[in-house]
Structures are given as structure tokens and as C-alpha cells.
């Protein structure tokens, strides 16, 4: 059995595959939670098993608490005490509406899966982690992702970053109250990535990366799953002990204000 487990949310493709397999790649056991794509996530499985973790598979709805008990059950009797919960399932709105003609609809939708969800789940995973009790050699932790939109106003995706606006108060607040327990949180905040969720936009994208003079980043290139990947594993292996609450920028530098 592995002696550190994550349970990576939205586990499956894009940003969460990569966080799995970068954890993997470590010899951690992953629980790839998923909500509709089986095929993805056993896929997702199969590659973290290749570079040398285990997996399990599970389906919850992280928008729905009801499912979180059952998460957190399947992960803990396959795998034994969560070490680390990431956060990483997220939605955009199905349709973009300007912020004066959005829906209600569309925000419980976004809101529901983006900060409700990760916020009550992080709730019950951190009582498990206080609860299963400190260890001397294995730091605890919560990451959660996400996003420039955080800071950056799109006013026709208003509830989406709203969403993560909201993901970074919540990291402050866990940061605050788990420190004691020996249970530091981060947030890592994704730039421009390549993924599922971005294809529809790669064309005005690629222009604004590689075309314009200066482009949105000093970094002149798309990020990658693994870009992500990379920098959760650096924290939930405890390489930040003496840091929590703390934003990580992993955007190609697109959060620097320049002349």
C-alpha cells in the first residue's frame, strides 16, 4: 500500500489527469474521482498505474454532498488515511451571458460544482485528516485550483469568476483554521492551459499568446497539464512546509503588471 493518497477531483482529463499522473509518477495512490466519463478516468488510471502509483476510480458528483461520504469511503478503505485533497473539479457556464442576462440557473450551476462543492467536501476530508491524526513524516495537505479568472473580470463567464474569486477567500480560511493540526493549504492558480474546456477558445487564445507584440504572458506559449501537475505535487509532498494560504501563480507570468 502506498504510504501517501491524494484524492484528486475532476481526476480524469485535462488539469486533474495531470495532477494524477504528476502524483503517480511519485508512487502515491490516487482516487480519480470523475462524474460522467468512466472511459477517461479508468484511461487516467491506467497511466498513473504505468508510471508507477496506484489508482482507484470513483464516481461522485462533487456538486452534489450527498456523494462526498461515499467519496471519501472508497478512498479510505482502498488506500487507508487521505494525505492530500485536491480540488480541482470545476465547471464553466454552458452558455456565456453577459453578467447583466446570466441566469440563476446558471449560477447555481457553476457555483454548486466550483465552491460549494470543494468547500463542504474540503469540510469533511479535513475532519478525517484531523481525526486520523498528525504524522511526523508526512505533512497534510488541501490544494485547491484555481484560476486567473480569480482576479482577471470576463463579463460574460461573471459566475465563473465569481466561483474562483470565492476559491481563494476558502483557501484563506482553511489555511487559517488547519495550521494547528498540522494541515497546510495552498492554491494554485492556472493560466491559460490547454485543455478540454479551452478548445472552444484556442483560436483567440493562440493569437493573443504567440501573435500579438507583447501577448497576455511573458511566457509565449500555451500551459500545460503537466505545468500543473508539477507544482501540486512540489506542494502536497510538503516541499512549502513553513508556507500555507499561499497563491501559487503557475500562469506563464500573466498575473505581472508591465510597462
Same mark, same amino acid.
Given at each position: 500500500?502506498?504510504? $501517501?493518497?491524494?484524492?484528486?477531483?475532476?481526476?480524469?482529463?485535462?488539469?486533474?489527469?495531470? %495532477?494524477? /499522473?504528476?502524483?503517480?509518477? &511519485?508512487?502515491?495512490?490516487?482516487?480519480?474521482?470523475? @462524474?460522467?466519463?468512466?472511459?477517461?478516468?479508468?484511461?487516467?488510471?491506467?497511466?498513473?498505474?504505468?508510471?508507477?502509483?496506484?489508482?482507484?476510480?470513483?464516481?461522485? @458528483?462533487?456538486?452534489?454532498?450527498?456523494?462526498? +461520504?461515499?467519496?471519501?469511503?472508497?478512498?479510505?478503505?482502498?488506500?487507508?488515511?487521505?494525505?492530500?485533497?485536491? @480540488?480541482?473539479?470545476?465547471? +464553466?457556464? $454552458?452558455?456565456?451571458?453577459?453578467?447583466?442576462?446570466?441566469? &440563476?440557473?446558471?449560477?447555481?450551476?457553476?457555483?454548486?460544482?466550483?465552491? $460549494?462543492? !470543494?468547500?463542504?467536501?474540503?469540510?469533511?476530508?479535513?475532519?478525517?485528516?484531523?481525526?486520523?491524526?498528525?504524522?511526523?513524516?508526512?505533512?497534510?495537505?488541501?490544494? @485547491?485550483?484555481?484560476? %486567473?479568472?480569480?482576479?482577471?473580470?470576463?463579463?460574460?463567464?461573471? &459566475? #465563473?469568476?465569481?466561483?474562483?474569486?470565492?476559491?481563494?477567500?476558502?483557501?484563506?480560511?482553511?489555511?487559517?483554521?488547519?495550521? &494547528?493540526?498540522?494541515?497546510?493549504?495552498?492554491?494554485?492558480? !492556472?493560466?491559460? %492551459?490547454?485543455?478540454?474546456?479551452?478548445?472552444?477558445?484556442? +483560436?483567440? #487564445?493562440?493569437?493573443?499568446?504567440?501573435?500579438?507584440?507583447?501577448?497576455?504572458? !511573458? %511566457?509565449?506559449?500555451?500551459?500545460?497539464?503537466?505545468?500543473?501537475?508539477?507544482?501540486?505535487?512540489? /506542494?502536497?509532498?510538503?516541499? /512549502?512546509?513553513?508556507?500555507?494560504?499561499?497563491?501559487?501563480?503557475?500562469?506563464?507570468?500573466?498575473?505581472?503588471?508591465?510597462?
Amino acid at each position: 500500500m502506498p504510504t $501517501k493518497t491524494a484524492i484528486v477531483t475532476g481526476g480524469s482529463r485535462g488539469i486533474g489527469r495531470g %495532477i494524477a /499522473l504528476a502524483l503517480g509518477r &511519485e508512487g502515491w495512490g490516487v482516487v480519480i474521482n470523475y @462524474n460522467r466519463n468512466r472511459a477517461a478516468a479508468d484511461e487516467a488510471a491506467a497511466l498513473v498505474k504505468d508510471v508507477g502509483g496506484e489508482a482507484l476510480t470513483v464516481q461522485a @458528483n462533487i456538486a452534489s454532498t450527498d456523494d462526498h +461520504a461515499r467519496l471519501l469511503d472508497a478512498a479510505t478503505s482502498k488506500f487507508g488515511p487521505i494525505t492530500s485533497l485536491i @480540488n480541482n473539479a470545476g465547471v +464553466a457556464p $454552458k452558455v456565456r451571458a453577459d453578467v447583466l442576462t446570466m441566469t &440563476e440557473d446558471s449560477y447555481d450551476f457553476v457555483m454548486d460544482t466550483n465552491l $460549494k462543492g !470543494p468547500y463542504l467536501l474540503s469540510q469533511r476530508v479535513a475532519n478525517h485528516m484531523i481525526e486520523a491524526g498528525a504524522s511526523a513524516d508526512t505533512l497534510k495537505t488541501i490544494v @485547491n485550483i484555481g484560476s %486567473i479568472s480569480a482576479y482577471a473580470a470576463s463579463v460574460n463567464r461573471g &459566475e #465563473y469568476c465569481l466561483s474562483k474569486a470565492g476559491m481563494g477567500m476558502m483557501t484563506a480560511l482553511f489555511a487559517a483554521r488547519l495550521a &494547528e493540526h498540522g494541515i497546510n493549504v495552498y492554491e494554485v492558480r !492556472p493560466g491559460v %492551459i490547454a485543455t478540454d474546456m479551452t478548445g472552444a477558445v484556442k +483560436a483567440k #487564445y493562440d493569437k493573443l499568446i504567440l501573435e500579438d507584440e507583447r501577448g497576455i504572458s !511573458p %511566457i509565449r506559449r500555451w500551459g500545460r497539464p503537466d505545468d500543473i501537475g508539477k507544482a501540486v505535487a512540489a /506542494l502536497a509532498r510538503g516541499d /512549502l512546509p513553513f508556507s500555507t494560504g499561499e497563491v501559487i501563480n503557475v500562469d506563464g507570468g500573466f498575473h505581472l503588471k508591465t510597462l
